[in-house]
C-alpha cells in the first residue's frame, strides 16, 4: 500500500539523519501526546506522518527497542492503554474495527528503533477506486487537526 501523504517523503528523508530518539525528544512528545488516553507506562501519541486518518501509537516511556525488554508492569498495562485508545477512536470515527500493528527492527520497517504500536481505526475498507490506483491511501486531514479533534472530543467527554 502506498501512503499519499506530501510529508511522508520528507521524513523518510529525515529519520536516516536523526540523532536523538524522537519518541523519547520531549518537544516531540508535548507535540503529539494524548496525556488523557497515556498511562504511567505507555504514551499515545498522534503520529505525525500517519499511515491513514486517526493514525495513534502506543509507545512505552521508556527507551526499548524490542516486546522482549517490557517488564511486568508495562505488559500489564499494556491492554488497558490499547482498549482506552480504540475506544477513543471508535467514538470518534464510527468504527469498531482496526488496524494494529508494529515492525520490530529497520527490515521490517520500523524506520524508529523504540518500540511503538500503530493503531489505525477502520471504518470501511477502501477497495475499489484505491486499487485501480495501485492501492494509494489518500490522507484527509492533517496529524495536527486530527490531535485538536481527539484533544475536543476528550475534553468534552471529561466535561
Same mark, same amino acid.
Given at each position: 500500500m502506498?501512503?499519499?501523504?506530501?510529508?511522508?517523503?520528507?521524513?523518510?528523508?529525515? $529519520?536516516?539523519?536523526?540523532?536523538?530518539?524522537?519518541?523519547? @525528544?520531549?518537544?516531540?512528545?508535548?507535540? +503529539?501526546?494524548?496525556?488523557?488516553?497515556?498511562? #504511567?507506562? !505507555?504514551?499515545?501519541?498522534?503520529?505525525?506522518? &500517519?499511515?491513514?486518518?486517526?493514525?495513534?501509537?502506543?509507545? &512505552?516511556?521508556?527507551?526499548?527497542?524490542? $516486546?522482549?525488554e517490557?517488564?511486568?508492569?508495562?505488559?500489564?498495562?499494556?491492554?488497558?492503554?490499547?482498549?482506552?485508545t480504540?475506544?477513543?477512536?471508535? #467514538?470518534?470515527?464510527? $468504527?469498531?474495527?482496526? @488496524? =494494529?500493528?508494529?515492525?520490530?527492527?529497520?527490515?521490517?520497517?520500523?524506520?524508529?528503533?523504540?518500540?511503538? !504500536? +500503530?493503531?489505525?481505526?477502520?471504518?470501511?475498507?477502501?477497495?475499489?477506486?484505491?486499487? =485501480?490506483?495501485?492501492?494509494? +491511501?489518500?490522507? $484527509?486531514?492533517? &496529524?495536527?487537526?486530527?490531535?485538536?479533534?481527539?484533544?475536543?472530543?476528550? @475534553?468534552?467527554?471529561?466535561?
Amino acid at each position: 500500500m502506498k501512503i499519499f501523504e506530501p510529508s511522508r517523503a520528507i521524513y523518510r528523508k529525515k $529519520t536516516s539523519r536523526i540523532k536523538i530518539c524522537e519518541f523519547c @525528544n520531549l518537544k516531540n512528545i508535548k507535540k +503529539q501526546e494524548s496525556k488523557f488516553l497515556s498511562g #504511567k507506562y !505507555w504514551r499515545v501519541l498522534v503520529n505525525l506522518y &500517519p499511515y491513514m486518518d486517526g493514525n495513534l501509537m502506543l509507545i &512505552p516511556k521508556r527507551h526499548i527497542i524490542d $516486546t522482549n525488554e517490557l517488564n511486568s508492569d508495562e505488559k500489564a498495562e499494556f491492554f488497558e492503554v490499547l482498549e482506552k485508545t480504540k475506544n477513543k477512536l471508535g #467514538k470518534i470515527f464510527k $468504527t469498531k474495527d482496526f @488496524n =494494529i500493528g508494529l515492525n520490530l527492527g529497520r527490515n521490517a520497517g520500523a524506520s524508529i528503533e523504540h518500540l511503538h !504500536w +500503530q493503531i489505525i481505526p477502520r471504518k470501511f475498507k477502501i477497495e475499489n477506486a484505491s486499487n =485501480i490506483f495501485a492501492d494509494i +491511501q489518500i490522507m $484527509t486531514m492533517l &496529524p495536527g487537526e486530527f490531535k485538536k479533534i481527539l484533544d475536543a472530543e476528550i @475534553n468534552l467527554r471529561n466535561n
